[in-house]
């Protein structure tokens, strides 16, 4: 069996006014991630760690901030046909591991939605999906809540 591991990161700006999504849910809150798309770091996060580990470059790469028909997309779609990219290149997914960093508002309570939502979106088990939080101690533009930081490790498998 062959696996690999893929690593993203993401940043996006947050904004008084915005719909916030975050793991494929609309989280309420004040303020909302700025993006081409719905800005959804998380899922950001998972595509670029996920199309790293497939060697298949990054999610600009594949769904550039230049093109008008990813204007406002649902970042659920375009998780979907990052999967379907990896699955055609002969991988599974073995497990994903995630952190979001953000002050507010608490991410722990929507957890549970996130994996649920992002687990159908994959098709995968929710027991392979693992976020967590943190904020970052008040520091730096996410603890000042001017941005959305999110990191995940992915391990993808081939038989």
Same mark, same amino acid.
């Given at each position: 069996?062959? #696996?690999?591991?893929? +690593?993203?990161?993401?940043? @996006? &700006? ?5 719909? +916030?999504?975050?793991? %494929? #849910? $609309?989280? /309420? @809150?004040?303020?909302?991630? !700025?993006? @081409?798309?719905?800005?959804? !770091? ?5 595509? =670029?760690? $996920? ?5 298949? &470059?990054?999610? %600009? ?16 779609? $375009? ?5 379907? $990219? *990896?699955?055609?290149? %002969? +991988?599974?997914?073995?497990? #994903? ?6 002050? &507010?508002?608490? *991410?722990? /309570?929507?957890? /549970? ?14 027991? =392979? ?8 101690? &008040?520091?730096? +533009? ?5 941005? !959305? ?6 391990? #993808?498998?081939?038989?």
């Amino acid at each position: 069996m062959k #696996i690999r591991v893929g +690593f993203g990161y993401d940043v @996006h &700006r947050l904004e008084e006014g915005k719909e +916030f999504w975050l793991g %494929g #849910i $609309l989280v /309420p @809150h004040t303020h909302g991630a !700025v993006g @081409h798309s719905d800005a959804d !770091v998380l899922i950001h996060v998972i595509c =670029d760690a $996920l199309l790293g580990a497939a060697n298949l &470059r990054d999610i %600009g790469f594949h769904f550039s901030d230049k093109d008008p028909k990813y204007k406002g997309i649902d970042s659920k779609i $375009l998780l979907s046909d990052v999967v379907k $990219l *990896v699955h055609d290149k %002969g +991988f599974s997914i073995g497990n #994903i591991d995630s952190t979001i960093c953000l002050e &507010r508002p608490k *991410v722990n /309570p929507h957890i /549970p939605t996130m994996k649920t939502c992002l687990a159908e979106v994959m098709g995968i088990d929710e027991e =392979d999906i693992s976020i967590k939080a943190t904020t970052t101690e &008040r520091l730096g +533009f996410v603890g000042k809540e001017e941005g !959305v930081a999110a990191y995940a490790t992915v391990l #993808i498998q081939k038989a």
